[in-house]
């Protein structure tokens, strides 16, 4: 595939620097089986197809940037990327009050060597970041505080490179959806920041299902393609975290429409998993990006979701912690997801060729729509609910 098939335009001035003032009066494009209708985002309740579920992402985005300074005054911001002891399960660390070790991406890298500490004055404790390589750092402090506490203390939101500013005050609840619940992103699951508590009733009121589960959205979203070919690309990794109940309630279900590419990463990962199970009963949860293009006849997604309570039975666990780094392109079979919900994307990105997989070459109609009718772009921009 050629990624300048999967590029267009887009002017800076396009981009929502910030968010506004009322999260459900941004626009919704409705693109139906080849149809393009405009509204107000408020009106989806009425636009979701009868009898549908949608599934969220409940992550819930971190102060994952820590600006911390030298004796000698020099600045070193520590970015939060995923943590890897005491444990690598993100809610755990959060809520834990002992010395945590992080994978990191560290700014003026050059100025902290490694084995050396940098320290914070925190109310009278001490809150201590000790470079162990050139991407882990280990945290350690005095207080009785969470690690959760910690950065809601000295962290920052980490708001998206392009849009070429620090966060203010407004971003702190702005850049989180109302219903972010489990601790853990680096960046939120924008599809999600236009609903609001009016249109959720709306949805029940109509007997549109919902349902939660988790994926923990890392910096990796924002990875652009730089490979020759679009395959090769390096799919980042991210944690999901999916209960018996999820399973139970996407086998009652026909018309699944999931909110954000995450919360479509999730469930479509979650099928491969128990196609994994079909062959070895004690498979790891860990879907690489190559995995659902490996099997010529994959089994129903009831055989998939089976598998997977049955794992889950054996085990004797209400729910699954896994990894994925699955690549949605043109050419892959949705196995799960009938529908999305999703802002408009960075050209060229792996998430165009995710909505490129599920509308084919009509992205291209769906976009130019956005832009001739002055839709808002990436993060804090505008909305889409596509059904193929």
């Known amino acids: 595939m050629n990624l300048q098939d999967y590029t267009y335009d887009l002017p800076d001035s396009r981009i929502a620097k910030h968010p506004l003032k009322e999260r459900d009066a941004s626009k919704l494009l409705y693109y139906h089986k080849g149809e393009i209708h405009h509204h107000q985002f408020s009106t989806?309740?009425?636009?979701?197809?009868?009898?549908?579920?949608?599934?969220?992402?409940?992550t819930k985005v971190i102060p994952a940037r820590l600006i911390m300074n030298k004796e000698t005054g020099a600045r070193i911001e520590i970015f939060l990327l995923e943590p890897i002891l005491p444990s690598n399960v993100h809610e755990q660390v959060m809520s834990s009050k002992l010395s945590t070790t992080w994978k990191v991406m560290i700014g003026n890298s050059k100025k902290w060597k490694e084995g050396t500490e940098l320290t914070i004055n925190l109310s009278g404790d001490t809150f201590q970041s000790t470079r162990l390589t050139h991407d882990t750092v280990r945290f350690d402090w005095s207080s009785d505080?969470?690690?959760?506490?910690?950065?809601?203390?000295?962290?920052?939101?980490?708001?998206?490179?392009?849009?070429?500013?620090?966060?203010t005050e407004e971003d702190v609840p702005r850049y989180q959806t109302v219903y972010s619940k489990n601790e853990g992103a680096v960046?939120?699951?924008?599809?999600?920041?236009?609903?609001?508590?009016?249109v959720l009733d709306s949805i029940a009121s109509m007997g549109i299902q919902k349902d939660?589960?988790?994926?923990?959205?890392?910096?990796?979203?924002?990875?652009?393609?730089?490979?020759?070919?679009?395959?090769?690309?390096?799919?980042?990794?991210?944690?999901?975290?999916?209960?018996?109940?999820?399973?139970?309630?996407?086998?009652?279900?026909?018309?699944?429409?999931?909110?954000?590419?995450?919360?479509?990463?999730?469930?479509?990962?979650?099928?491969?998993?128990?196609?994994l199970l079909e062959e070895d009963e004690n498979a790891e949860f860990?879907?690489?990006?190559?995995?659902?293009?490996?099997?010529?006849?994959?089994?129903?997604?009831?055989?998939?979701?089976?598998?997977?309570?049955?794992?889950l039975t054996h085990k004797n666990q209400q729910s699954v912690i896994g990894q994925t780094e699955i690549f949605i392109y043109p050419g892959y079979q949705f196995r799960v997801c009938n529908g999305l919900?999703?802002?408009?994307?960075?050209?060229?990105?792996?998430?165009?060729?995710?909505?490129?997989?599920?509308?084919?070459?009509?992205?291209?109609?769906?976009?130019d729509q956005a832009m001739n009718n002055d839709y808002r772009f990436l993060s804090y921009g505008d909305s889409s609910l596509l059904i193929p």
Do not use: C
């Not at 989806?44 to 409940?58: A, G």
């Not at 699951?189 to 009016?198: E, K």
């Not at 988790?214 to 799919?235: C, N, R, W, Y």
């Open 44 to 58: 989806i309740p009425d636009l979701l197809p009868e009898k549908s579920l949608l599934v969220f992402n409940d």
């Open 145 to 167: 505080l969470t690690f959760s506490e910690i950065l809601l203390a000295i962290g920052q939101i980490p708001l998206p490179p392009y849009l070429g500013r620090s966060a």
């Open 187 to 198: 960046a939120a699951p924008t599809a999600g920041l236009h609903f609001t508590d009016r």
């Open 212 to 275: 939660f589960l988790t994926l923990h959205v890392s910096a990796g979203t924002f990875q652009p393609i730089k490979s020759e070919t679009i395959e090769d690309h390096p799919m980042h990794r991210e944690q999901v975290h999916v209960s018996r109940s999820n399973i139970e309630t996407l086998l009652q279900n026909e018309t699944i429409i999931p909110v954000g590419t995450t919360s479509m990463r999730t469930l479509e990962s979650l099928y491969w998993f128990g196609q």
């Open 286 to 311: 860990f879907i690489k990006k190559e995995t659902a293009y490996s099997y010529q006849s994959p089994i129903s997604l009831e055989n998939s979701l089976t598998n997977i309570l049955n794992y």
């Open 341 to 367: 919900v999703t802002n408009f994307h960075q050209p060229g990105s792996t998430l165009i060729l995710l909505v490129a997989a599920l509308i084919g070459n009509n992205w291209k109609r769906v976009y």
